[in-house]
């Protein structure tokens, strides 16, 4: 595709239109930033839709050819350009979900496709002119529209839930050994180069985790105890201790740990509904006291929190006599099944949340107290 052809196809900001629309009621699946976080694109059961980041209105008509491509369960836009990547779902009776293809949103037809003859593809990434499939045992890279296939990385296992990606400048994958260990896998993409893959170790003090992730620029990752009430964070190019965030002797189940794009703020997402943002030191911390080991985990009474005024974090530092307890940043509660949570690429200090019913909320939090975080930005599709 030359300039001409992507000057041609470029999407017309003067005809966005706001997050209104009563087209159809349709599901999300999944929600993807393009490569400068200037859009996002939703992979609905009906298509796909895609918005400008910054004003959260809609890039593209509603248009019968995009609703007829089925349930799609990843959507990403190409930079700028009228290219969308879609990924099918497996209830997708039109399109194999082994496939990816390119819809041109412009010309409103596929563009192109590549299969994968001998797995199904569970995910994908686009870095730069790079494609990253992302299969049950191997992870293929390919050239951006050719699909020519570049290099193929062997031996990983991408079901494990606990996997994290990176793929700004590199692409990084985070999978388990042993109880004790965590495996980094650095893939190098340095001036579209492909180059070796460099490994990581990193020993926790938990004998088990519960869920960990890598920060945004490959140095830090966070690792959460076996029953959600120590956080960890290592270096992980020295496998030091950072900085240890004791939570209180109470279990709790953490589904997922998320760093801000700046990786000053860690936000940990609970299976009640809540969510904790904790300040991370921004000081070198190569001699890291570790708080959590002199509290054991075994005998823990679980309490109930009944009271809703003061949130779940607010009821067990209210009881508390620990002093080593770490209070949070700010946190939230909110209602119903969510799939995707992030920190806004553009403000840091903002956090996206998308329900699966299409309901668009985004949170502010303030640098001051507990409790802080309000929706302030909030769609629904009818």
Same mark, same amino acid.
């Given at each position: 595709?030359?300039?001409?052809?992507?000057?041609?196809?470029?999407?017309?900001?003067? !005809?966005?239109?706001?997050?209104?629309?009563?087209?159809?009621?349709?599901?999300?699946?999944?929600? +993807?930033?393009?490569?400068?976080?200037?859009?996002?694109?939703?992979?609905?059961?009906?298509?796909?839709?895609?918005?400008?980041?910054?004003?959260?209105?809609?890039?593209?008509?509603?248009?019968?050819?995009?609703?007829?491509?089925?349930?799609?369960?990843?959507?990403?836009?190409?930079?700028?350009?009228?290219?969308?990547?879609?990924?099918?779902? +497996?209830?997708?009776?039109?399109?194999?979900?082994?496939?990816?293809?390119?819809?041109?949103?412009?010309?409103?037809?596929?563009?192109?496709?590549?299969?994968? !003859?001998?797995?199904?593809?569970?995910?994908?990434?686009?870095?730069? @002119?790079?494609?990253?499939?992302?299969?049950?045992?191997?992870?293929?890279?390919?050239?951006?529209? $050719?699909? !020519?296939?570049?290099?193929?990385?062997?031996?990983? @296992?991408?079901?494990?839930?606990?996997?994290?990606?990176?793929?700004?400048?590199?692409?990084?994958?985070?999978?388990?050994?042993?109880?004790?260990?965590?495996?980094? =896998?650095?893939?190098?993409?340095?001036?579209?180069?492909?180059?070796?893959?460099?490994?990581?170790?990193?020993?926790? =003090?938990?004998?088990?985790?519960?869920?960990?992730?890598?920060?945004?620029?490959?140095?830090?990752?966070?690792?959460? $105890?076996?029953?959600?009430?120590?956080?960890?964070?290592?270096?992980? %190019?020295?496998?030091?201790?950072?900085?240890?965030?004791?939570?209180? %002797?109470?279990?709790?189940?953490?589904?997922?740990?998320?760093?801000?794009? =700046?990786?000053?703020?860690?936000?940990?997402?609970?299976?009640?509904?809540?969510?904790?943002?904790?300040?991370?030191?921004?000081?070198?911390?190569?001699?890291?006291?570790?708080?959590?080991?002199?509290?054991?985990?075994? @005998?823990?009474?679980?309490?109930? @929190?009944?009271?809703?005024?003061?949130?779940?974090?607010?009821?067990?530092?209210?009881? $508390?006599?620990?002093?080593?307890?770490?209070?949070?940043?700010?946190?939230?509660?909110?209602?119903?099944?969510?799939?995707?949570?992030?920190?806004? +690429?553009?403000?840091?200090?903002?956090?996206?949340?998308?329900?699966?019913?299409? =309901?668009?909320?985004?949170?502010?939090?303030?640098?001051?107290?507990?409790?802080?975080?309000?929706?302030?930005?909030?769609? %629904?599709?009818?």
């Amino acid at each position: 595709m030359d300039e001409n052809d992507s000057a041609e196809n470029a999407i017309d900001y003067n !005809k966005l239109k706001p997050w209104n629309s009563r087209d159809c009621t349709v599901i999300v699946n999944s929600i +993807r930033y393009n490569q400068d976080f200037s859009l996002l694109t939703l992979g609905t059961s009906k298509g796909y839709k895609v918005f400008l980041t910054s004003t959260l209105r809609q890039a593209h008509e509603p248009t019968a050819a995009v609703l007829n491509l089925g349930d799609i369960n990843i959507a990403m836009t190409y930079c700028k350009s009228s290219l969308v990547f879609l990924l099918p779902s +497996r209830y997708n009776k039109q399109y194999e979900f082994n496939e990816i293809i390119v819809f041109d949103d412009f010309y409103q037809t596929k563009f192109a496709s590549f299969k994968e !003859k001998t797995e199904e593809i569970l995910n994908f990434f686009i870095s730069n @002119n790079l494609i990253y499939l992302i299969t049950l045992s191997k992870i293929l890279v390919l050239e951006i529209l $050719s699909f !020519k296939i570049i290099d193929i990385i062997n031996n990983i @296992n991408s079901i494990e839930p606990l996997l994290s990606f990176n793929f700004c400048d590199f692409i990084a994958y985070t999978e388990l050994g042993d109880k004790k260990k965590i495996f980094i =896998k650095y893939y190098q993409n340095n001036n579209h180069k492909i180059s070796s893959l460099i490994k990581k170790t990193i020993n926790s =003090k938990f004998e088990y985790m519960q869920t960990f992730q890598l920060s945004p620029d490959g140095n830090l990752i966070a690792v959460a $105890s076996i029953f959600g009430n120590k956080l960890h964070l290592y270096y992980t %190019q020295t496998g030091k201790l950072k900085e240890c965030i004791f939570l209180g %002797q109470y279990i709790q189940t953490i589904e997922k740990l998320l760093f801000s794009e =700046k990786s000053n703020y860690l936000l940990s997402l609970k299976n009640d509904n809540t969510f904790n943002i904790y300040k991370i030191n921004k000081e070198q911390q190569d001699n890291s006291i570790c708080i959590c080991e002199k509290y054991s985990d075994n @005998n823990i009474t679980v309490q109930t @929190n009944n009271d809703k005024n003061v949130g779940i974090m607010g009821y067990f530092r209210k009881l $508390s006599k620990n002093k080593d307890i770490k209070d949070p940043h700010a946190f939230a509660e909110f209602e119903g099944n969510k799939i995707f949570l992030d920190f806004d +690429r553009t403000q840091n200090k903002e956090i996206i949340l998308i329900k699966e019913n299409g =309901k668009f909320i985004k949170y502010r939090f303030k640098k001051t107290a507990t409790g802080s975080i309000n929706p302030y930005i909030s769609f %629904q599709w009818e």
